[in-house]
């Protein structure tokens, strides 16, 4: 009988597939918590139909809107292959600079069918601060929700899983591109990396999907277990609610993904990451006597019935533990840097 180490490894199911229709979505979204892939919800776009005839012609497009600035771009190491991530001692195996896109765009062209390119990736770009137009012609419609917009573009990437706390809706304009998601509990069996020096602002698993060593990362084959994947072509859209890890491909040597982030919580809430590093500088070292009481006043104040952990205090007296509003949270924030840095 073979090892846990040397098991058979689990086939990833596909994300389900639903069929929803443009003005459909905003109600299908309410309330979503998980994914699921839309063929076709952006074929329309100008940018996709460009993108159908050539990547050169969708480079072309883009240019025509592009606004007169610089361009924040990640360029890998000449033959190191398609994964973005850490190289030695943990420094990051690509460098980031600023140009021109028509420049990007002419050392994207120069590179294609070279066997030792380097991969060259532009992300989150904000849409509406660096194109004129783009967001008119090209967009998906969510509602009331006022999304954050970006545009991702580059060769062929690998990108490791890693969460994001915002809902996403990731629409393929241009290429091809494999997500391979896992449920927010898998956290522990994909050995996430530095919480605070990430490629990309966010952690990102150790594990390289593509071969896993498993006799480093033993309990990934749990992850596995629990994996769903799907494969977008132009004009696919694919829904990652809030806190799903996803590990991102794209496939083509020419590639462009528009994603839309937004919360169901006010923006003036703050976020979650923060108050984890917090805890970590003013709790995690502490006698475990003492942890296990913060422990508990996290469950009372933060994780349990907050109108109970108040209710002996008269409403509008409560402080910090009344509900907040963007003014009460503005005053914890205004606390909190002034806390932060005596």
Same mark, same amino acid.
């Given at each position: 009988?073979?090892? =846990? /180490?040397? +098991?058979? &490894?689990?086939?990833? @199911?596909?994300?389900?597939?639903?069929? #929803?229709?443009? *003005? $459909?979505?905003?109600?299908?979204?309410?309330?979503?918590?998980?994914?699921?892939?839309?063929?076709?919800?952006?074929?329309?776009?100008?940018?996709?139909?460009?993108?159908?005839?050539?990547?050169? =012609? /969708?480079? +072309?497009? &883009?240019?025509?809107? @592009?606004?007169?600035?610089?361009?924040? #771009?990640?360029? *890998? $190491?000449?033959?190191?292959?398609?994964?973005?991530?850490?190289?030695?001692?943990?420094?990051?195996?690509?460098?980031?600079?600023?140009?021109?896109?028509?420049?990007?765009?002419?050392?994207?062209? =120069?590179?294609?069918?070279?066997?030792?390119?380097?991969?060259?990736?532009?992300?989150?770009?904000?849409?509406?601060?660096?194109?004129?137009?783009?967001?008119?012609?090209?967009?998906?419609?969510?509602?009331?929700?006022?999304?954050?917009?970006?545009?991702?573009?580059?060769?062929?990437?690998?990108?490791?899983?890693?969460?994001?706390?915002?809902?996403?809706?990731?629409?393929?304009?241009?290429?091809?591109?494999?997500?391979?998601?896992?449920?927010?509990?898998?956290?522990?069996?994909?050995?996430?990396?530095?919480?605070?020096?990430?490629?990309?602002?966010?952690?990102?698993?150790?594990?390289?999907?593509?071969?896993?060593?498993?006799?480093?990362?033993?309990?990934?084959?749990?992850?596995?277990?629990?994996?769903?994947?799907?494969?977008?072509?132009?004009?696919?859209?694919?829904?990652?609610?809030?806190?799903?890890?996803?590990?991102?491909?794209?496939?083509?040597?020419?590639?462009?993904?528009?994603?839309?982030?937004?919360?169901?919580?006010?923006?003036?809430?703050?976020?979650?990451?923060?108050?984890?590093?917090?805890?970590?500088?003013?709790?995690?070292?502490?006698?475990?006597?003492?942890?296990?009481?913060?422990?508990?006043?996290?469950?009372?104040?933060?994780?349990?019935?907050?109108?109970?952990?108040?209710?002996?205090?008269?409403?509008?007296?409560?402080?910090?533990?009344?509900?907040?509003?963007?003014?009460?949270?503005?005053?914890?924030?205004?606390?909190?840097?002034?806390?932060?840095?005596?």
């Amino acid at each position: 009988m073979a090892d =846990a /180490a040397h +098991a058979p &490894l689990a086939t990833p @199911r596909p994300v389900v597939e639903e069929q #929803v229709e443009t *003005g $459909e979505l905003d109600s299908r979204l309410a309330g979503a918590r998980t994914p699921f892939v839309v063929r076709g919800l952006i074929a329309d776009w100008p940018l996709v139909k460009a993108g159908l005839d050539s990547g050169a =012609a /969708a480079r +072309a497009y &883009l240019l025509e809107q @592009r606004r007169d600035r610089a361009f924040t #771009v990640n360029i *890998g $190491e000449p033959g190191a292959g398609d994964r973005l991530f850490y190289g030695e001692a943990m420094a990051m195996n690509f460098r980031t600079g600023r140009a021109d896109l028509a420049e990007i765009f002419a050392g994207i062209a =120069a590179n294609e069918g070279r066997r030792d390119a380097p991969a060259i990736y532009l992300s989150s770009i904000d849409v509406k601060d660096y194109f004129d137009g783009l967001h008119e012609a090209n967009h998906v419609d969510l509602g009331t929700r006022e999304p954050i917009e970006s545009i991702w573009i580059g060769t062929r990437t690998r990108i490791a899983a890693h969460n994001d706390f915002p809902h996403n809706l990731a629409c393929c304009a241009v290429g091809r591109r494999r997500f391979t998601l896992f449920p927010p509990d898998q956290f522990a069996n994909l050995y996430v990396g530095p919480l605070d020096h990430t490629p990309a602002g966010r952690p990102v698993s150790m594990v390289d999907l593509r071969n896993p060593d498993f006799d480093n990362y033993p309990r990934f084959r749990e992850a596995l277990a629990t994996a769903q994947v799907a494969e977008l072509g132009p004009g696919d859209a694919i829904f990652i609610p809030s806190m799903w890890w996803h590990h991102v491909e794209a496939l083509e040597p020419f590639n462009v993904l528009v994603n839309y982030w937004w919360r169901d919580t006010p923006r003036y809430l703050a976020q979650p990451q923060d108050a984890l590093n917090h805890a970590l500088l003013a709790i995690r070292d502490l006698p475990e006597e003492e942890k296990e009481l913060w422990r508990q006043m996290f469950e009372h104040y933060v994780f349990g019935d907050a109108a109970a952990a108040a209710a002996h205090l008269a409403a509008g007296s409560r402080g910090i533990l009344d509900p907040l509003d963007a003014e009460s949270a503005g005053r914890i924030r205004a606390n909190l840097l002034r806390s932060l840095s005596r």
